[in-house]
């Protein structure tokens, strides 16, 4: 056995023998402490690989093989299509629609949601009597189940006995079919805008890392508190609106809510979401189990999974410029 | 080439490491999940059944145990785990399955265990005292109705008639229906409009429900009232543009348009009728003799309720199918099946299927025990007398193998939606559901082969 030394990295370790291979100091010791504590991170790290590798790549390379083949889960006459499923979803005007109206539904709800966050959140940062328990308050939706929030907001809603008609024909105006089209939409953003408290935490937490220096330095220089704000909070914040802009444009392209608003539950739920309900996720969830095309279904996931990955980079295109990280640059060295 | 003992562990090597441990974990898993119910029969043993709680709650797990000496497993019905099952090899012993739409369709892909020779040897589930109604789980490699047996109705209906509350006729001044003749399809949409009643857009009083189980059962049921089919000969398309399915959908769609009633374009968030009857907010409710069981236990609402025969079209046969038909079927892989006939011959042949029979909650499906469906009161004889005169018109409508009922109705209800708003004609409908439908029934085709 030889060993390429030219190309070890391991400058002043101790250099094995040619004999042996091993060390001087192992032969006598036992491993490196550099052997060590490799050990020790991929010991720590293994559990996660294992489990991303079970339950993350291991299946999305199961689906990537059905998204090839005509399979059903049950029907022994499956086979292979090729990119069969990806050309006929390219034609597919239902697939196009369901995308267009999860499109618009992110498009909306996560400006709204992340405005009303941070608003909340620019709230609950001052000095309020009471202030720990509006916190407590305004966060509690976001931690209520979504069934149960489903559940909520259809009772809200129904046209017949819910309090939102209730409200609205107490003032003398007529009821609306809230959950049916063409307002289910607006019934979809409102139950993102009720849980807007998750994002309200996250912003609280960025707005209290603000120094307070830099505003007591405007407010000497005469600037207006919203001058302030949009120009020392705004841009300190963020890398924590670029997050919050992240994660909420996958989570809402990735919505199961209509399916939770739908006067039926589970499977048989799919049949009766209103069409403007009718997103992309619930699309994929239709073809897989009412539908029962495995393939198909499949390759709508990885479709998805490739344009959530471009709509990301170009975020990051695009925020680039406007994304302030504060990061001491004595420690980047 | 051999790693040095004590080298550090390379990346690739970890990552090699890794999806070997990623393989071993993954068939532990497998050799797990084929632990599930393996090789037991008879008593002292144990069953998966996969059912819903309201099925087999856990009282009738315990009296299975006491009666039959077998374990029930019980995991909640889903059709997603219950298709991961089936794939992975350990299906359940026996699964929760409506009939009407399940049994064509899993017979068709072979997943189910034909029973008919557990039947031939069976002292309690007898071929001559089963309902017809059980026909709905035959089906012969075309047409379902006939050839083996693959399930058994627990109990049934005959889910085209429906329930009227008489003093929401009284309000309205509208004649009550007879019990024993059917009306027409139009004179019960005439009816509904006269007696749905509306303030400030809401709707306080529904005139009536009429959406059937599925869609897929209600629309053939419904043509094959009008005299036609729904299906070709063969069950290989559909067609909504004959006579008989466009008058069908021409007088859904009127339903759905004049909001008389839920549908897709006014739900009811109660999902089901029950609650909303049951309130006095529904006038006519399009269920069978199975929802006198809920309408019993309520004595003020069983003074007002009346049981009426299934509407029929102008000039169309008398025709009262079962849409549904619940009950359970074994799958061809189950592990146990010994011991999971022997539970499936005590749910519905002992002492479960005679507490159902007595309850009111549907018919039961073996003929010796129609004496126990419950007839003291007032209420039992009149509702049991309407039944029994409608048993008369009982018939199996057959469905399409290649499409399952959730498909059918995922499609019906994206493509008339726009339809239920009026943005679409009915035969710009009936063109569009052709086309959806049959594209689907195709590709079912295709894979059953």
New interface residues.
Partial sequence: ?TVDQASSPAVGRPR?TAKT???RS?ART???M??RK??AF?MFA?PW??GF??LT??PMAYALWLSFT?Y???????HYVGLGNYRELMGDS?TWDALGRAGLFALTSVPLSIIAGLALAVLVNRPLKARGLFRTLLYLPAVVPPVGAGIAF??LF?????AA?GAL?FFG?????W???PYARYVLVMTVLWAAGNIMIISLAGLQDVPRELHEAARIDGASAWRAFRSITVPLLSPVLLFQTVTGVIASVQTIMPMLL???????G???I??SN?TYMIHVF?E??????YGYASALLWVLFLLILIATGLIFKFTSGVVFYNVDPEAQK | MHPRAGAPLSRRRFLALSAAGAGVGAAALNGCALQVSTGVSGAGETITVMAKADDLGPDLVKQAKKDTGISIKRVDYDITKLIAMLTSGSPPDLVRGVGAVDAAFYAARDVMQELDSYFATSSVLRPDDLDPVNDLWRYDGKVQGKGPRYGLAKDFSQDSMYWYNTAAFDKKHVAYPSETEPITFEEWLDHAQHLVQRSKGQTTVFGGSYNGLVKLTLMATMTASAGGSLFADDFTRVDFTTPEARKVLAWYLDYCRLKVGPSPVLPDPNGWDGPTYQAGRMAMSNNGYWMGGMIGADKKLAEVSRLAPAPVFAGGPRISACQGGTGMWMPRKARNKDAAWRVFEWFFGEAPAKARASSGWGIPSLKSLRSLMPHQEDFQKRTLSAQRNELKHFSVVAVSPYISGDGFESLFNQAATPAMHGEMSVDRLAGRLNSVINQQIKRGKEQVG
Avoid at chain 1, 72 to 78: E, L, R, T, Y
Avoid at chain 1, 173 to 177: E, L, R, S, T
Avoid at chain 1, 262 to 268: D, I, K, L, V
């Fill in positions: 056995m094995p291979g091993r060390t192992t036992g491993p490196s550099t052997t490799h050990r991929y293994s690989i294992i590798s079970l790549i291991a005509t059903d889960g049950i029907s022994p006459h499956w239902v259809k009772n129904d046209q017949n006995s819910g008609n024909t105006f007529d009821a609306i079919g959950l049916a089209d739908a006067p039926t539950a589970g499977t048989g799919l049949t009766s209103p069409q009718y239709a897989y189990f009412a539908l029962g095309r």
